[in-house]
């Protein structure tokens, strides 16, 4: 029986890539095609830290690995032969979950994160949903007391200033709490992606137990990406101040164009740590880091290869922030007819039917591109360990070892903390 539960053997595409079965699926237990019985195919043993496809050392495919009329109806597209790989030919692609054993290109990352969705809609889409649910219902409630307070208050009123700082201590709390569970929710997505590479289909019981000991290290390097983005913002505000001041009467004019070159400086530096930062958070759910450590590894992955994963990012931030401003513009809309300029005088901006309308349009916005985003951050993840790391042959070999035996040799939790192995420059 194979890891998903079916007991099917694993097909050749038409791409020598393994997936789901063409039509005239095989039957368990094995097909009879003419009368006859075919075996197995004779996969290389294959060692773990061999060097990848396109790279193969001589003798890594043996001959007969594939023979003449070893190709079956139903394991390939009619009249397709799966060519036997000679002596030193790459053996074919490997796909026993969302994703083909191999690196990715971005197509291959796009629909491995569509392919988690749809394949675990309880995990990836029903834990989204009740996450994103009390999320938006703390901040709604932290809204509540400033739907009361109006920006036109006497400034000295005693009373303005008490309920304004209840009001920010209150939001700044729920705010900590929505965190902490947006940083919980990610972890969980993680994991379901992550075995969903081995064609796993993850409970939400399982994938709370795995990400639950990891919560801490995740809130650690959540503190620390804070700090890493707020310290030179503070510096660069600080800067621009002291040089207006001291630039006498030219000092708004200097002030602003120093802010504006302080302003380039700090977006490209953000950019740069865009990529260690993103790939920062599946090592330390899959890879069991801590905060640092985690830091330090998306450094060390995301170095060959920067501007793809750079690149990768930027695109799917771009078509999922579309998405979101899309969705949101019809609550937008019908807050605003709710709200009917009521709460315009208050410190919330709107009134708390108008607030709660909104609250609707940010959940379905959230809830579309959530789990879309958590898969393209693992699958990238994955990629630039396959890319950097040889990381495909343990993979591809503990699918070929699972397809055999019909048990896992290894984990799948534990097939991430493989040593790392140095990959060919010239995948890149």
Do not use: C
Request: charged share 10%.
């Amino acid at each position: 029986m194979n890891s998903d539960g079916t007991g099917n053997q694993p097909s050749y595409g038409p791409d020598g890539q393994w997936g789901a079965p063409a039509h005239g699926d095989p039957q368990q237990g094995g097909t009879q095609y003419d009368g006859q019985q075919a075996g197995p195919p004779q996969y290389p043993s294959g060692d773990p830290w061999a060097q990848p496809h396109g790279q193969a050392q001589p003798g890594y495919a043996q001959p007969g690995y594939a023979q003449p009329g070893y190709s079956q109806p139903g394991y390939a597209q009619p009249g397709y032969v799966p060519p036997a790989p000679g002596w030193g030919a790459p053996a074919p692609d490997v796909k026993v979950g969302i994703i083909p054993l191999r690196p990715l290109d971005l197509g291959a990352i796009y629909s491995g994160a569509v392919a988690a969705i749809r394949t675990n809609p309880g995990v990836m889409v029903g834990v989204t949903a009740v996450f994103l649910l009390v999320t938006e219902l703390i901040v709604l409630l932290a809204q509540v007391p400033m739907t009361r307070i109006a920006v036109d208050s006497d400034a000295e009123d005693a009373e303005f200033f008490g309920d304004l700082a209840t009001a920010t201590g209150l939001g700044f709390g729920i705010g900590l709490i929505a965190g902490i569970a947006t940083l919980f929710l990610t972890g969980v997505l993680t994991v379901a992606v992550a075995r969903a590479v081995m064609g796993e289909r993850t409970t939400v019981g399982v994938a709370v137990r795995a990400i639950g000991p990891r919560l801490p290290s995740l809130i650690g390097l959540s503190l620390l990406q804070f700090l890493i983005f707020l310290v030179p913002t503070a510096v660069v505000v600080g800067l621009v101040v002291l040089i207006g001041v001291a630039s006498g009467d030219a000092g708004p004019l200097v002030a602003v164009l120093v802010a504006f070159v302080l302003f380039l400086v700090l977006v490209v530096g953000y950019l740069a740590l865009l990529p260690t930062v993103s790939l920062s958070y599946p090592a330390v759910v899959l890879e069991h880091l801590g905060p640092i450590a985690a830091l330090k590894r998306g450094y060390e992955l995301q170095k060959p290869g920067f501007w793809r994963v750079l690149g990768v990012l930027l695109l799917t931030y771009l078509i999922t922030g579309i998405i979101a401003i899309v969705v949101s513009i019809p609550s937008t809309i019908v807050a605003a007819v709710v709200d009917g300029g009521d709460g315009a005088d208050t410190l919330a901006g709107l009134t708390l039917p108008a607030l709660a309308v909104t609250g609707v349009g940010s959940f379905i916005a959230q809830l579309l591109t959530v789990p879309f985003l958590a898969g393209v951050q693992t699958l990238l993840y994955v990629d630039q360990r396959m890319r950097n790391e040889q990381f495909d042959q343990p993979l591809r070999d503990e699918a070929i070892r699972r397809w055999r035996t019909g048990a896992p040799g290894v984990p799948t939790d534990a097939l991430w903390v493989q040593k790392p192995q140095a990959a060919p420059s010239s995948w890149y």
